[in-house]
Structures are given as C-alpha cells and as structure tokens.
C-alpha cells in the first residue's frame, strides 16, 4: 500500500525549533519529488517545500533561510527541519508526493500538527 | 513567483447543479494545472492535473479545461460527496503556488 505518515509535529515556543518527519511506504522518496505543503487553521493550502528526485530544493519566500528539507534514502523518510519559528508557521504540515517533475501530487499523509505559542 | 487567484470564492449549490470554478495564473503557465478536493479534517485529493486529465478512480462528472493563463474545473452534476473546498495549483515552477480555494456548500 503506497501511504506516507508524517510525525514530530507538536507544541513550540516561538524562536524554536522542530523537525517533521515523513515515512513513505510503497514509493521511493528519492525517485519522486516530495513536498511539504501547510494549512494554517481555517485558511487555504500553502506550498512550503520540495526536493525533486535529484538534489535541487526550493523553498517559499515565508520560509526560506528558516525550513530545511532533506531526505534519508536509506530510511525512506522525508524531513523537514524548521528553526526560528514564528506564531504564523502554527498549521498542519502535509508531507505530498509528484511522480513527475510538472505533475500534481496524488499522495499525501494525514498531516501533523505544528503550533507556535507562548 | 506565479500568484494563483480562483473564482468564485464559495458558491451555494444543489445536488445534480453543474458547477464550474474558474483559476487564473499572473502569468502563463501552459497546461500546468492541478486541481484538489479538500474536506474538512483530511488531506486534499488531487482531481485533475495537466489541467484537464482526469486522476485515477476520480468520477467522470469532474472535468477540467484550459491553458495559458486562464482555466475551469466543471463538475456536471453535483452529488452530496463534491461539497467540499477545491484548490487549483500551478506545477509550472516553484514556488508551487496554490489557488486561495473555492468552497462549494449545500443551497
């Protein structure tokens, strides 16, 4: 069954920092381009990240200098590593896969949790 | 980057009405065009991509048209599972932009 599972999403204080995990089964992160997209609450999709097949990253302005995206090919795990958070990084985190550089993503987790308070 | 803007924003609609929803790029982005179902609590459902080719298992009463700058997702008969939001997504470059999302509720 081709399923990704995100974990590591949590409570932080603001400046902090967290690291999401992603394990996929059933596909290969590093054959396919995998992306992080948040949802703050009651708000629309936000693209955060990718890492396409090869090494290239890009990253949103919002986050860029903040979020780090990397994989683990031995493991099958995507991560993000998020520093500096602020209270407008408090969303869920969806960890999404493209099978194809210009395709959509037609594989997603169940989302974790970020929130940044005080 | 390519900012993604959706019309209209919520739309009231009855079961078996024909629903169109309209996406529009700043700039051209060819056939690069996805489109997701969201509801409430779960991840988003990728509908269409290639702006207009139906994604595996996804009904046939969805269909997407389009190109350029400007594009439309139609759903032809409106059944109670479609009452959802629906995005639209630029896969042409990054940032993958979404679209602000079109909430389509019961009348």
């Known amino acids: 069954e081709v399923q990704l599972v995100e974990s590591g999403g949590g409570l932080v204080q603001p400046g902090g920092s967290l690291r999401l995990s992603c394990a996929a089964s059933?596909?290969?992160?590093?054959?396919?381009?995998m992306t992080w997209v948040r949802q703050a609450p009651g708000k629309g999709l936000e693209w955060v990240s990718v890492i396409y097949s090869g090494t290239s990253t890009y990253y949103a302005d919002s986050v860029k200098g903040r979020f780090t995206i990397s994989r683990d090919n031995s493991k099958n795990i995507l991560f993000l590593q998020m520093t500096s958070l602020k209270a407008e990084d408090t969303a869920v985190y969806y960890c999404a896969r493209a099978w194809d550089y210009f395709s959509g993503m037609d594989v997603w987790g169940q989302g974790t949790t970020v929130t940044v308070s005080s | 980057d390519i900012q993604m803007t959706q019309s209209p924003s919520s739309l009231s609609a009855s079961v078996g009405d024909r629903v169109i929803i309209t996406c529009r790029a700043s700039q051209t982005i060819g056939s690069y065009l996805n489109w997701y179902q969201q509801k409430a609590g779960k991840a988003p459902k990728l509908l269409l991509y290639?702006?207009?080719t139906l994604q595996s298992g996804v009904p046939s009463r969805f269909s997407g048209s389009g190109s350029g700058t400007d594009f439309t997702l139609t759903i032809s008969s409106l059944q109670p599972e479609d009452f959802a939001t629906y995005f639209c997504q630029q896969s042409f470059s990054s940032p993958r932009t979404f679209g602000p999302g079109t909430k389509v509720d019961i009348k």
């Open positions: 290639g702006a207009s």
């Open positions: 059933g596909i290969t992160v590093r054959t396919n381009h």
